[in-house]
């Protein structure tokens, strides 16, 4: 009997294509060198249909998976332009320019940062930056909220309270010019909301309900993609 595997490692509501990290994994652990394999989200168009959002992961697999790597660019399209913008998160793994002074080599680590949700309004686009090391408990999440007006992007998670894991929800319900996350420590069962604004301050909210706007659209192009 064959059991599935998880959709996601912290169960979340938007959730990674961890399947296809899994399998690409699985089926490159013959192989003697390094290759490189892509896979291609699908996009979040805003609600007024002006900018559509989508990933492209890169996955640098080799025969153990401590020495494999999974990295990612998130990109945002104007589509009546066509211009494209890049969007980093400066969290701990992740590939960004703010990290190439101290810049370390990266084997088994994990940073997938996909969109999951624009405000009401489109003017904000919120994702998720998962983060992880692959055969450890590492595993923890991040906001990046990219403002379209200010065309700045800010990398965010709850702070001031202790906890190994954070799982992002959304937009926050109650107060909508934040984000909600679900916390908690591995081994308990005691796990909380939090709401987290964009300079990072923290608030309990228990009574919270995530919000998350946009359409998603499929295409020809969303997959495991030729290397």
Request: with cysteine; glycine share 6%; charged share 15%.
């Given at each position: ?113 996909i969109p999951v949700a624009w ?11 998962f983060e992880s090391v692959f ?24 702070t001031g309270i202790s906890y ?64």
């Amino acid at each position: 009997m064959t059991t599935a595997s998880p959709l996601d490692p912290l169960n979340s509501p938007h959730p990674i294509p961890w399947n296809w990290v899994l399998a690409t994994q699985t089926q490159a652990s013959s192989a003697r060198t390094p290759r490189l394999r892509y896979y291609r989200t699908q996009a979040l168009q805003s609600p007024d249909g002006c900018y559509a959002a989508y990933s492209r992961l890169q996955m640098q697999v080799a025969a153990e998976f401590y020495q494999s790597r999974v990295s990612s660019t998130l990109f945002v399209e104007n589509l009546e332009s066509g211009d494209l913008h890049t969007l980093t998160a400066t969290s701990p793994l992740a590939d960004n320019l703010f990290h190439q002074i101290e810049r370390v080599e990266r084997w088994g680590t994990i940073a997938i940062l996909i969109p999951v949700a624009w405000s009401a309004m489109g003017n904000r686009l919120l994702a998720r930056e998962f983060e992880s090391v692959f055969g450890s408990d590492i595993a923890s999440d991040y906001a990046v909220v990219w403002d379209r007006a200010a065309q700045q992007t800010v990398t965010l998670a709850p702070t001031g309270i202790s906890y190994t894991h954070a799982v992002l929800l959304g937009w926050s319900q109650c107060h909508p010019d934040r984000v909600l996350f679900r916390v908690g420590t591995l081994g308990e069962e005691d796990w909380h909301c939090w709401t987290v604004d964009m300079t990072g301050q923290t608030e309990l909210a228990e009574a919270d309900q995530p919000q998350a706007f946009g359409k998603a659209v499929s295409n020809v192009w969303m997959g495991p993609q030729a290397s």
